[in-house]
């Protein structure tokens, strides 16, 4: 599912600079396949200082031109690149649905360590050469649904979460998964004194079973593409069947623990956001109903409502590792 820039003249000013401060400028325009097309328009641009792990982008470069399309992709249509990149949530860069696009220009993802720390036989600072190395991207297009009632259809690129996992050797102590986002007031201008809104580090979790589930992607890209900065570079997660939230950006560390670790929006309000956060139909945020999501693109004139789906359409997959449990109580 790759898209072509939008015609032959110059890429859109949302698609060039984030990448073009951390990629070589060559190897970023092979990524988002614009070779020999605008190339005049970034002639201009100033070269970049030399990557301290020089290695990584071609690494992912490599992996993103080899991969395959996964089979059981959903058939809806998936919400345009432009909607994908430009109407996020990401509080580091600010907390207005367009201050990611617009805060994160500057974003340089070199250098990225991911810290893998606790019930693990192979704890560690990883490289991303390290994470990416053995594992091949798939295209896989799943529904996407926000807490807030929107929701969007994304052709991500990624691998499953359990191959990175296993990699590390959990212990049997190990019965959750706890992830960070990076702190660095320098690269996300919403952790810089007097502007925070919410505690950093950002912090998610998923039960062991859930984190090892086929589903649930570490993702490096999007239609194709590196993620770009906004989208959570250099990587991040994708739970298709929980509350975005759920689907922690930007990733720096990963723990593993014995006790249910307390996300982020836990902290702030636990009776309105919890652990699970599966996407359920039948129960409403406290503020909100959740049995119908606006589908994004739309506009005030075609809101584009449509039902909400339990587990967000991936109930069959997913509903054995919740059976028992009371999903109402369980939020
Ligand atoms: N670190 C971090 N991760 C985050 C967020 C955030 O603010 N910070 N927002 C979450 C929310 S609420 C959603 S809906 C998704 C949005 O992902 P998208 O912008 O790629 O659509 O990212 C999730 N991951
Ligand atoms: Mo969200």
């Not at 991969?67 to 059981?72: D, E, L």
């Not at 590390?168 to 320098?186: I, M, N, Q």
């Not at 636990?270 to 996407?279: C, D, K, R």
């Amino acid at each position: 599912m790759l898209i072509k820039s939008q015609d032959k003249t110059e890429p859109k000013s949302y698609e060039i600079t984030p990448e073009t401060r951390y990629w070589s400028r060559r190897d970023w325009l092979k990524s988002v396949g614009i070779m020999g097309a605008g190339l005049a328009a970034l002639n201009a641009a100033p070269s970049f200082a030399l990557a301290q792990d020089p290695n990584w982008q071609a690494m992912l470069l490599d992996k993103l031109s080899n991969r395959s399309k996964w089979p059981h992709s959903t058939k809806e249509t998936p919400t345009p690149y432009k909607d994908v990149v430009t109407y996020n949530n990401f509080y580091e860069f600010g907390t207005g649905k367009d201050d990611p696009v617009k805060n994160s220009q500057d974003f340089r993802v070199d250098p990225w360590r991911v810290k893998v720390e606790g019930e693990v036989g192979k704890p560690g600072n990883y490289t991303l050469e390290d994470i990416f190395r053995p594992h091949a991207l798939e295209d896989r297009i799943y529904r996407f649904r926000c807490v807030e009632a929107w929701s969007m259809v994304v052709p991500w690129v990624g691998f499953p979460l359990a191959d990175l996992l296993k990699r590390f050797e959990p212990t049997s102590k190990a019965k959750y998964v706890r992830f960070e986002t990076l702190v660095d007031p320098d690269r996300f201008p919403a952790q810089r004194f007097g502007r925070s809104t919410i505690p950093w580090p950002y912090v998610e979790g998923l039960r062991m079973d859930e984190a090892m589930h086929p589903l649930t992607l570490m993702v490096v890209g999007v239609y194709g593409k590196a993620l770009l900065p906004q989208s959570g570079a250099p990587l991040r997660l994708m739970v298709p069947w929980k509350y975005g939230f759920k689907s922690i950006k930007s990733i720096v560390k990963i723990q593993f623990v014995e006790k249910e670790p307390k996300s982020t929006w836990q902290q702030l309000a636990s009776q309105e956001y919890g652990f699970f956060a599966n996407v359920n139909p039948e129960v409403d945020h406290p503020r909100w109903s959740q049995k119908r999501e606006r589908r994004l693109p739309n506009s005030i004139w075609d809101p584009n409502w449509m039902p909400t789906q339990k587990f967000n359409g991936y109930e069959e997959q997913v509903a054995p590792l919740y059976a028992g449990m009371n999903l109402r109580t369980n939020y």
